[in-house]
């Protein structure tokens, strides 16, 4: 199987190019490829393929071999993927999700992407919907005891589910510890991605994240949007601001009037190769 790995800001995944490559099984494949040992080592697996309604569609499953809805650093890469590979000549695209059509635009240096503004649409706030079992209308600051520490946490989905919750410090925190136990919590129906957010000033904060099916990431885009749309919720922060995480910075406005959020950032190959899958590749299940 040919494929490259790419990263946004070091959130990173194997990519297929499945205009030209056929992957049977793609949970098995995931979990294959992400294992930083004994496979490729990434964070999941995204696969890149034709659509109907839109431009190019994406489907990505996590290092677990779950299939999730969206992933913002992940499609950010693929644009950059179908431009600098010519798959396109496009620098206004739109790529078909779990999550919906979404659309790029593309910042082109050299004939290579450099930048991705992505418009991520609405964030879902019904509880009903993201899917968690608090709140009324919508959980904003709700109270949630984690392996018997109480936390405030806001529910955002962007396609999928995130619980944000505010912390003094997020470099010290023990993360390994206590994300299974929000990931795993029983109001969270679906398991749950977390974001521990440290408030630096009104334009800029801290984010280290918890993502379900693949612990702890450098990056999480659709994290880091439920982010800023929990900093607006809560009065913390503008609309518009830069989000530090381990693996790099991304710029992020929820537009409240218009009630979309749009992302900027990076996107990044790493190398190109080839590798030989299993005898169940070829199986038919």
Same mark, same amino acid.
């Given at each position: ?104 635009? $593309? =910042? /082109?240096?050299?004939?290579?992407? %450099?930048?991705?503004? &992505?418009? +991520? *649409?609405? #964030? ?19 109270? $949630? =005891? /984690?392996?018997?520490?109480?936390? %405030?946490?806001?529910? &955002?989905? +962007? *396609?999928? #589910? ?27 129906? %679906? ?95």
């Amino acid at each position: 199987m040919k494929f490259t790995k790419m990263h946004g800001c070091g959130n990173d995944y194997v990519y297929v190019n499945c205009l030209q490559e056929q992957v049977k099984h793609p949970e098995q494949v995931a979990v294959y490829v992400s294992d930083r040992h004994f496979g490729i080592g990434s964070d999941g697996l995204i696969l890149i393929q034709p659509s109907e309604v839109a431009d190019f569609r994406m489907a990505m499953y996590n290092a677990d071999g779950s299939e999730g809805q969206m992933c913002g650093n992940g499609i950010r890469c693929v644009a950059k993927y179908v431009y600098d590979y010519g798959l396109t000549d496009k620098t206004s695209i739109a790529i078909e999700t779990l999550a919906g059509i979404k659309y790029l635009d $593309l =910042t /082109v240096n050299d004939g290579k992407v %450099e930048m991705v503004k &992505v418009n +991520m *649409g609405a #964030p879902i706030l019904k509880p009903g919907d993201i899917p968690v079992t608090l709140g009324k209308e919508i959980c904003i600051a709700e109270k $949630l =005891t /984690v392996d018997g520490k109480e936390y %405030e946490i806001t529910a &955002v989905s +962007m *396609g999928n #589910p995130h619980a944000v919750t505010f912390v003094e410090d997020t470099a010290s925190l023990p993360l390994e510890q206590i994300g299974p136990g929000f990931e795993h919590h029983t109001v969270f129906p %679906e398991r749950i991605n977390t974001e521990f957010v440290q408030i630096i000033n009104r334009k800029e904060v801290n984010m280290r994240v918890w993502e379900r099916g693949s612990g702890e990431t450098l990056a999480c885009g659709t994290g880091t949007c439920a982010t800023v749309v929990a900093c607006v919720l809560n009065g913390l922060t503008e609309e518009e601001i830069t989000v530090h995480l381990i693996g790099g910075d991304l710029v992020v406005k929820y537009d409240r009037e218009n009630d979309t959020v749009w992302m900027t950032g990076p996107a990044t190959v790493v190398f190109d190769g080839e590798i030989d899958l299993p005898a169940w590749e070829e199986k038919e299940i």
